[in-house]
């Protein structure tokens, strides 16, 4: 179930079943997007579905046994879990999840983090070397990119043992998205807009690829139009077919 708040979440992984070291069996869970952000952003959604998803599978407890760190076992859970999510979004969306989390998250990247989160440093660095598991062009424009926001420190994230068998996990996902998948004939914002993609996977990446491209004089009107076109196709595409309804 799908709400808007004001920030991104979802029920996830509840609590109990953690603790007892189960699976859930939940069939239902909530989802929230922030209601404030424009549509080129909403790739941030999929991590919190991954939430969802990963509360079905034993991964995290698998990936954490194997870690060795100061941090209290549940801390180490909580940064894998969030780690992972970022793996299944990146596998999935391909790079518009980086350049959302990046374009969206970069202001507050100099805050330390709780426990329960592990460094953006380390997430990011994470999110590259599956980009570069299925060939994205982008992977030198985005490693430049996260250097200019200073986050290059990920070898002392508390957790770091676990880079090797998050990349062994997302390299077995059966979703993966190769990057030879997400091209399109659509070359400029006006052919964007005119006949932007169904397949919600190449509208975020064309929509990204394009918006990179624009030009400080036209950046704002660009993001606009293409938000817009994102947020009607999405509309489109998830309106009924029964007029009557």
């Known amino acids: 179930m799908g709400a808007f708040y004001n920030t991104y ?14 699976p859930s069996g939940d069939d239902y869970f909530m989802v929230l997007a922030d209601e404030l952000d424009s549509p080129i952003y909403w790739p941030l959604v999929v991590h919190e579905l991954s939430h969802c998803w990963l509360s079905s599978q034993n991964v995290i407890e698998e990936i954490s046994s194997q870690i060795h760190s100061e941090l209290e076992p549940k801390f180490v859970e909580r940064r894998v879990e969030e780690a992972l999510c970022d793996a299944v979004a990146v596998s999935l969306m391909g790079t518009s999840y980086v350049f959302s989390y990046v374009n969206r998250l970069w ?3 100099a805050i330390p983090n709780s426990l329960e989160y592990p460094s953006n440093s380390f997430r990011l660095e994470l999110m590259i070397r599956i980009l570069k598991q299925t ?9 430049t990119l ?6 290059t420190d990920w070898e002392d994230e508390a957790i770091v043992d676990s880079m090797i068998l998050m990349e062994d996990f997302a390299r077995q996902l059966p979703f993966t998205i190769d990057a030879g998948n997400l091209t399109t004939d659509i070359e400029n914002i006006d ?5 932007p993609p169904d397949d919600q996977r190449k509208l975020y990446h064309i929509g990204w690829t394009l918006l990179n491209g624009s030009n400080a004089d036209t950046y704002s009107d660009d993001f606009k139009r293409i938000n ?3 947020q009607e196709t999405l509309e489109r595409n998830s309106a009924t077919f029964n007029t009557q309804a």
């Open 135 to 143: 060939d994205h062009d982008e992977v030198s424009n985005l490693e």
């Open 107 to 109: 202001s507050s990247f």
């Open 191 to 195: 052919e964007f807009v005119a006949s």
């Open 9 to 22: 979440g979802s029920t996830g992984t509840f609590i109990l079943n953690r603790r007892m070291g189960r």
């Open 228 to 230: 817009l076109a994102i």
């Open 146 to 151: 996260i250097e200019e926001t200073a986050t």
